[in-house]
């Protein structure tokens, strides 16, 4: 892959995912495996004119390592200095740019149990740091091939060719060619987006029905207030950026507990770097009252138990089967990707930017609206070529949105 077209790729995360503002601090979260790239990213936040800029290093072996070997309450322990970061964090709200790289099976032989409590006493002190945070910064989330995640991609291929296949793929999800100017084509997909929304929101559904012939049935219900997003967003700042790098997704945030039926999944799920096959969830009252998996069972059952909200929605999102990512025929193994070749549903959190007017409400508001809180935000991939979905309007409306997996609308 030529240098320039992978330069090129960093100043669109900075200038268009980020959108680092002059005189602003930048948090970098980067495998240590993928340094060089995360170099071309921290130059140019410096273009941009970003006054600080940290990097947070992660790696799959030391992680692995440390939930195989420390007690649940060190792992659980979150130190002093970590949580002054955390506050720092909240206050300062620096610009984040996540890149991905991990191989989706980095955490596999983890007790899922052990890392689960860890996880969850942990999150405890995190929490108010976390809402503090929300919608009220710039983020990015982008990917560059690591050579396992390659290898797991293009099995069939040497580790070199993988790696290459791979940065071609992820390239041509985020329109950047030897010879465009990406920015440009970002900001004619941002304003297509802006139109699609808009289609959506005058709509005003109440609840939407899907179906398709492998046995997804499924009701959820909106709440009055609700809204549909998609693209670029806009921090209580008024900065806008585009949280994800790459994204065909609309979206919207339902109301907490108000879901029956079943939904099978299209795509495995890669959870905390371990990977679920061929499951379902079956919800009444808005909760998950059964799953199954075919691999991953005890995975599945861990993540739905992480506390309260994690066995109800937090998310619908709509992709067209027809979709360019799609059309790739690429399975993943990574949720950035995936999620955007296929509809999908978010069990855990809600975002609170898909409600009508969320800038003046409180946290306590959002949540009495029917916005769900969790720790988790897991999104699982249903979308299928014979999908149908049917938007029923407060006014008594039935609307055709999907058919045959695509939109109609």
């Not at 998996?293 to 861990?302: D, N, P, T, V």
């Not at 993540?303 to 619908?316: F, H």
Request: with cysteine.
């Amino acid at each position: 892959m030529k240098k320039t077209t992978i330069k090129k790729y960093a100043k669109l995360i900075v200038r268009i995912g980020a959108n680092v503002q002059k005189g602003q601090s930048v948090v970098i979260t980067c495998s240590v495996d993928q340094a060089d790239f995360c170099a071309l990213v921290a130059d140019e936040c410096y273009k941009a004119g970003a006054k600080y800029v940290n990097v947070q290093w992660s790696d799959d072996k030391l992680t692995r390592l440390k939930y195989r070997n420390e007690s649940i309450r060190t792992l659980s322990t979150v130190l002093k200095w970590q949580e002054e970061r955390m506050r720092w964090l909240s206050e300062e709200l620096p610009c984040q740019i996540h890149i991905v790289s991990e191989d989706p099976d980095g955490l596999r032989g983890v007790n899922p149990t052990k890392m689960q409590k860890a996880q969850v006493n942990s999150y405890k002190v995190r929490k108010k740091y976390i809402d503090a945070m929300e919608s009220r910064y710039q983020w990015t989330i982008a990917a560059v091939p690591g050579e396992a995640w390659a290898k797991k991609v293009f099995p069939e291929l040497r580790k070199n060719q993988a790696v290459e296949k791979l940065w071609q793929a992820i390239l041509e999800t985020v329109y950047v060619t030897d010879d465009n100017d990406p920015i440009e084509v970002w900001n004619k997909v941002n304003a297509d987006f802006k139109m699609r929304c808009e289609k959506l929101n005058r709509n005003k559904f109440e609840y939407l029905e899907y179906k398709s012939s492998n046995g997804t049935d499924f009701k959820c219900w909106l709440m009055p207030r609700s809204k549909w997003c998609g693209g670029g967003e806009y921090d209580l700042n008024g900065h806008y950026f585009n949280p994800n790098m790459p994204t065909i997704e609309v979206f919207t945030t339902p109301m907490r507990g108000r879901a029956e039926g079943t939904v099978v999944s299209t795509k495995p799920l890669s959870y905390r770097g371990q990977l679920i096959e061929n499951f379902s969830f079956t919800f009444k009252d808005g909760k998950v009252v059964s799953c199954k998996a075919e691999k991953g069972q005890e995975i599945l059952e861990k993540m739905i138990s992480s506390d309260e909200g994690a066995c109800m929605i937090g998310e619908l999102a709509l992709v067209p089967y027809d979709s360019p990512i799609s059309n790739q025929n690429i399975l993943y193994y990574e949720t950035l990707f995936d999620e955007n070749a296929s509809c999908h549903i978010a069990l855990g959190r809600g975002y609170r930017e898909c409600v009508d007017g969320y800038e003046s409400m409180s946290a306590e508001e959002l949540e009495s609206l029917g916005v769900n809180d969790s720790m988790i935000h897991v999104d699982f991939m249903i979308g299928s070529p014979d999908m149908s979905i049917v938007g029923h309007t407060f006014d008594g409306r039935d609307v055709q949105i999907f058919k045959n997996g695509n939109f109609v609308i």
